[in-house]
C-alpha cells in the first residue's frame, strides 16, 4: 500500500479535532478510503512518532485506532531549527567534523547553511 499523504492529512486533522479524551479511541469515519487503508496510515503515523495509537488487530482483521497526537512533535508554525541548538548547532558539528577531515569537499555541497560559512 503506497503512503498517501492526503489521508495523513485527514487523519491529523480528525485526531486534533477529536473531543475524545488522550486515553480513548479515536474511530475514525473518512468516506474516500477504507477501513484498512485508514488503519495502515494510523500505524505509519504512529511508528513515525507523531501520534499514540493502538493496536487492536487481531487473527481476521486489521485494525489500528488513533489515540492523540503525540506530545513530541512539533507543532504548526513552529520550525524544527528553533530548538535548543538548531542551526547553530548543525553549523558547529559542520565545522567540527570538517576540522577533522571527514568533510573532505564543501564545494559538491549545497546546504544554504553551508555556503555561509
Given at each position: 500500500?503506497?503512503?498517501?499523504?492526503?489521508?495523513?492529512?485527514?487523519?491529523?486533522?480528525?485526531?486534533?479535532?477529536?473531543?475524545?479524551?488522550?486515553?480513548?479511541?479515536?474511530?475514525?469515519?473518512?468516506?474516500?478510503?477504507?477501513?484498512?487503508?485508514?488503519?495502515?496510515?494510523?500505524?505509519?503515523?504512529?511508528?513515525?512518532?507523531?501520534?499514540?495509537?493502538?493496536?487492536?488487530?487481531?487473527?481476521?482483521?486489521f485494525?489500528?485506532?488513533?489515540?492523540?497526537?503525540?506530545?513530541?512533535?512539533?507543532?504548526r508554525?513552529?520550525?524544527?531549527?528553533?530548538?535548543?541548538?538548531?542551526?547553530?548547532?548543525?553549523?558547529?558539528?559542520?565545522?567540527?567534523?570538517?576540522?577533522?577531515?571527514?568533510?573532505?569537499?564543501?564545494?559538491?555541497?549545497?546546504?544554504?547553511?553551508?555556503?555561509?560559512?
Amino acid at each position: 500500500m503506497k503512503l498517501d499523504k492526503d489521508l495523513v492529512r485527514e487523519i491529523l486533522l480528525a485526531i486534533e479535532a477529536s473531543d475524545k479524551t488522550p486515553d480513548s479511541w479515536i474511530n475514525l469515519a473518512i468516506e474516500s478510503h477504507s477501513k484498512d487503508e485508514a488503519s495502515y496510515h494510523v500505524m505509519l503515523l504512529h511508528e513515525a512518532g507523531l501520534i499514540v495509537a493502538q493496536d487492536l488487530c487481531s487473527m481476521s482483521d486489521f485494525d489500528w485506532r488513533p489515540k492523540r497526537l503525540a506530545s513530541d512533535q512539533s507543532r504548526r508554525g513552529e520550525s524544527r531549527w528553533s530548538k535548543p541548538g538548531g542551526d547553530a548547532g548543525n553549523r558547529q558539528s559542520i565545522r567540527q567534523a570538517s576540522a577533522q577531515g571527514s568533510l573532505k569537499d564543501r564545494s559538491s555541497m549545497n546546504s544554504p547553511f553551508l555556503r555561509t560559512w
